[in-house]
């Protein structure tokens, strides 16, 4: 008696049906080398965390309240439409997050893909990485390490679109007078990062 439906061939119920399809999806997507841009959700005490990958690395990480949706809309246009959520790509950066919010790792080493950000906002980028676990530079200190004093609105605006959040700590820039400032996650989300880093 032939199945009278996809489902009733691979057996079991239309989610488990479904999940083992999207399964095979992901491999042979991998495997022909057409998975431009993978994706996952992560769960974290900030809320759920949007990771995305290109095969260089880590390309974006992403806040809820940036809508995740639209993040992967922006990802179809900058980067490649080829995008699939496919987990097992981001284990490591996935790992490595939940190690940091865990308190038992200070430093990211995941491979990261930075084509998201160029000039002047590069340079920011670049900078904001040798800021420590547990250490904070005001904006203005951020615009001078990079030579460019004057730009201090500039390095607030580079920050806030900064690709990678948490990863790359714009956390950690604060204002002059010690007040934490904007941030791409809310700033209760901010005063958290720097609590837990500061503890």
Known sequence: MKPENL???LGGDDSEALARLHGRLERDAEQANLLDVAYRTLDTPLGSLLLAATPVGLVRVAYASEGHDAV????????????LRAPARL???????????????THFDVPLDLRLTDGFRRQVIDHLAEIGYGHRESYAAVAAAIGRPRAVRAVGTACARNPLPVVIPCHRVVRTDG???QYVGGIDAKQTLLTMEAA
């Not at 490591?92 to 940091?100: F, L, N, S, T």
């Open 7 to 9: 489902f009733d061939a």
């Open 72 to 83: 992967l809309a922006t990802l179809a246009d900058k980067v490649s439409p080829r995008i």
């Open 91 to 105: 284990d490591g950066a996935a790992r490595e997050i939940e190690e940091y919010f865990a308190g038992r790792r």
């Open 179 to 181: 007040s934490i400032g």
